[in-house]
């Protein structure tokens, strides 16, 4: 790691997109044979594989050997966790749940950062081999192809997409609540199951927003620098751009934020119990 130094974000960020490549086409292999029988669990509906484990510590020798120095926040506690000045964010296969079910999307997830500046974010979605990517600086592409969020600014019009945390108890309340006001008033809900691929989409211009409490750091870092340098905006449900932890995650193409906030605002107070 170049510390100290002007890093080279677009040699590190080839490096990461052909890692993440390369471990797409690895969980794209192994589903081909997977087991569902060796799928353990975390917490209430929340998996693990061996497919996670083994994407994970492989990405993490990879990144690694092209960066000693910094440290690993990563899905599965592979490396260390300590948080060093710079720090990989990695989600090894964000959408688990999809993917035990032969279902997608799911997706390869990495991102590096700067104490709390996300430097560089890699999503590799598996199912239609869609590689997002951008860094600092750079505008974000999809493939070869630059990508901005969409000028939808009706939110009568807009697509938007749900997530719904394991920590269902706590969520639960505000979920329906936001279900209640949106079902019927915007132009379509869906719920996807890989948070990192959506918000892509949402850069990508094929939604408008996406909201979803209680999720990981991995689940969010990489797809909230491409989003940004597609032109989005991601905050908490009061509008403060620092939602790092991902307690309460909302992002949008930023032209329909204001007027959606005023909706995830009015419910707010059920997420504080
Ligand atoms: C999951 C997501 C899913 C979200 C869950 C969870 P995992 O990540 O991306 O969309 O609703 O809260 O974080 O467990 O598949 O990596």
Redesign the pocket.
């Known amino acids: 790691m170049e510390t100290g130094k002007v890093l080279d974000l677009d040699r590190l960020t080839e490096e990461v997109k052909t890692l993440a490549v390369s471990m797409g086409h690895f969980l794209k292999k192994e589903r081909l044979s997977f087991d569902r029988n060796r799928v353990e669990q975390k917490g209430a509906h929340?998996?693990v594989s061996y497919v996670d484990r083994t994407s994970e510590r492989m990405i993490v020798e990879r990144l690694h050997d092209l960066c000693p120095e910094a440290g690993f926040i990563t899905?599965e506690g592979t490396g260390s966790l300590e948080d060093q000045e710079y720090c990989w964010v990695v989600?090894p296969?964000?959408?688990?749940?999809?993917y035990i079910h032969d279902h997608v999307p799911?997706c390869v997830s990495i991102a590096l950062r700067n104490r709390k500046e996300i430097l560089l974010g890699v999503v590799f979605e598996c199912g239609r081999d869609e590689l997002f990517w951008a860094h600092k600086g750079a505008e974000a592409y999809l493939n070869d192809r630059v990508i901005h969020v969409s000028d939808q600014a009706v939110l009568d019009q807009s697509f938007i997409e749900l997530?719904?945390?394991?920590k269902a108890v706590q969520y639960k309340p505000f979920a329906l609540e936001v279900i209640a006001s949106l079902y019927g008033r915007v132009g379509g809900l869906r719920l996807?199951?890989?948070?990192?691929a959506?918000l892509c989409y949402i850069a990508a211009g094929r939604f408008e927003a996406r909201i979803?409490g209680?999720?990981?750091p991995?689940?969010i870092a990489a797809g909230s620098i491409i989003l940004k340098q597609a032109g989005g905006r991601m905050t908490d449900f009061s509008g403060n751009p620092d939602c790092f932890d991902a307690r309460e995650v909302f992002a949008s193409n930023g032209k329909i934020h204001e007027e959606l906030l005023k909706v995830l605002q009015s419910h707010k107070k059920l997420l504080e119990n």
């Open positions: 929340d998996y899905e989600d296969l964000d959408g688990t749940s999809n799911y997530g719904l945390p394991y996807a199951g890989a948070a990192a959506e979803e209680f999720i990981g991995w689940d």
